[in-house]
């Protein structure tokens, strides 16, 4: 693959597909020392298409390799009877499904199965028109190939017979083991029901409906992209389970567009019974206007949750302008569950590569805009600062020197929010609510507010507190657009600390 990877707007630390088009990941497993990521991709445009799922692979989580299509869209590019949607992979280490040889435990894949044309299938099942269903597939080389399961597919053709007019929007399978019970089990959607369906299955064929979970909280859009996991409360002995949810329209960002929520809860390998004040009201996962389709690595040790989502919004996700790729993944986010004012919630830690950080101190910024020397298009900024005379403190990024071309990441003292605007960040003429401001709550912890801020060409990211506040948010700034001032408002700010770096490329070239 021929890869410069400096065309305008290019990530440099995001993953973004060499060219054509992205959505969701899928897929995410950690095996064999490998990390492999593979997505929702149009390998024959820009645009949304012949959806399969396209592969990269990592050993650090940083640093990424394209490889070949893992699962092309059947009748590719002319005659297509099938499409890849979105879908999970598990290990399947006792070869509980049989796919496996004697020396050789396989990968599993579960995924949507969505026939454009109506047609009766090799295993003999027939299905309509845009119906969609559960299908597998497996792989005897670590992810590399993948072979689908044809004699049978799909594993589970319709969702149950009252919800039978549901039978074209029924999707997104998120697969994991649950080891108390020993069973499998598969988690997806009927998006405009807002109901997540749970079913288990010992060998990962056959597949038995065992509970529905839902609508609560976020219900002004569709559920898609569902998924369940464990994280330890608070570091300790106690686990709780987090699921998932994506949705569309309805999200965080002035519920115009989309977003991605979660709720906690127990789950008996059955039944997800969530925590009372985690159904109070809707709890995000992000607070952007840029993170859906969230999804988590299987593979990885129980406090060793890695989500990574697909970095943009429903609303405009088809139309940003960026050639000749469309659309990229947040970095990935270390997530940790701590009990903040009573209540379990989710704190996400970014994980990037080596930078050379620097350090410094001010005693005092006045009020106005500070230009720092420091400059660039790809950055990592954490800056400390206390409450003092100031109204609202932050950083500005991708700022042209005139500063009529701006970013803006900063803390409200008086609405106790972080936020990030975008009004005049660069191009954003393709959807009529892209240039906006977002917030989300934040407290003050031990009188101090932190903010990290990734910048990356045609991004923001913004980890507020312990990770309790993220917003990721795109931009798109003019090429010299790279200075980076400190603004108080207000009055002045005392005693800021900042530490910063500029990010190198990623790519394994
Ligand atoms: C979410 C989604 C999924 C579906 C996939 C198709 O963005 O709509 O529900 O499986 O994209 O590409």
């Known amino acids: 693959l021929a890869q410069n990877y400096t065309e305008r707007y290019r990530p440099q630390f995001h993953f973004t597909p060499a060219k054509n088009w992205m959505n969701d990941p899928n897929g995410l497993i950690y095996h064999e020392g490998t990390y492999h990521l593979f997505y ?6 820009i645009s949304w298409g012949a959806m399969s799922w396209g592969h990269a692979t990592s050993s650090d989580l940083v640093h990424w390799e394209h490889q070949p299509v893992a699962l092309l869209a059947r009748g590719y590019p002319d005659n297509i009877t099938e499409m890849f949607f979105s879908g999970t992979a598990v290990f399947d ?7 496996g040889t004697d020396d050789k435990a396989p990968l599993v894949a579960m995924y949507t199965s969505h026939y454009p044309v109506a047609q009766t299938l090799p295993s003999g099942k027939t299905v309509d028109a845009n119906q969609q269903s559960q299908s597998i597939a497996y792989s005897l080389d670590d992810g590399m190939t993948w072979t689908t399961y044809d004699s049978v597919n799909p594993v589970i053709l319709n969702p149950p017979a009252e919800y039978s007019d549901q039978i074209h929007d029924f999707r997104d399978p998120a697969v994991f083991w649950h080891e ?5 089990v598969s988690v997806m959607s009927l998006p405009g029901l807002r109901k997540l369906l749970i079913y288990t299955s010992s060998n990962l064929r056959d597949w038995e409906l065992v509970s529905e979970f839902g609508p609560v909280n976020a219900v002004g859009g569709v559920w898609e992209c569902p998924s369940m996991f464990r994280l330890p409360l608070d570091g300790g002995e106690e686990l709780k389970w987090v699921v998932q949810i994506s949705l569309n329209p309805g999200g965080p960002a002035g519920n115009t567009g989309s977003g991605t929520q979660y709720v906690v809860g127990q789950f008996d390998g059955k039944t997800f019974t969530p925590d009372a004040n985690s159904v109070t009201q809707a709890n995000w996962v992000d607070w952007g206007p ?3 389709a969230a999804l988590t690595f299987g593979g990885l040790p129980v406090e060793d949750r890695v989500d990574i989502a697909w970095m943009t919004n429903l609303r405009y996700g088809g139309a940003t302008p960026t050639d000749p790729w469309r659309s990229a993944f947040t970095v990935p986010r270390r997530l940790s569950l701590r009990t903040i004012n009573g209540k379990a919630t989710l704190t996400q830690e970014p994980i990037l590569g080596d930078a050379d950080y620097s350090s410094t101190h001010w005693d005092t910024l006045p009020a106005g805009s500070t230009k720092l020397d420091f400059t660039g298009k790809a950055l990592d900024i954490v800056l400390s600062f206390p409450e003092s005379e100031s109204t609202q403190f932050g950083v500005i990024v991708r700022a042209s020197s005139d500063l009529s071309e701006q970013t803006q990441v900063g803390y ?6 972080v936020f990030v605007n975008r009004t005049v960040s660069g191009v954003s003429g393709f959807d009529d609510t892209f240039a906006g401001a977002f917030s989300a709550p934040l407290e003050l912890t031990e009188g101090k507010v932190t903010l990290r801020v990734l910048v990356d ?10 990770g309790e506040a993220t917003l990721a948010s795109l931009i798109f ?3 010299g657009s790279s200075d980076v001032y400190l603004f108080s408002a207000g009055g002045s700010t005392n005693d800021v600390e900042m530490r910063a770096a500029n990010i190198k490329s990623i790519w394994v070239t």
């Not at 108390?180 to 499998?184: D, I, K, N």
């Not at 409200?412 to 929010?417: G, I, P, T």
């Open 412 to 417: 409200d003292f008086e609405k106790k929010e």
């Open 477 to 479: 700034p003019s090429d």
């Open 93 to 99: 280490a006792q070869n509980t499904s049989g796919f």
């Open 457 to 466: 060409w045609s991004s923001v990211e913004v980890f507020g507190g312990a």
């Open 40 to 45: 929702q991709h149009n390998p024959g445009g």
């Open 180 to 184: 108390e019970t020993q069973r499998w």
């Open 290 to 292: 840029d993170f859906y």
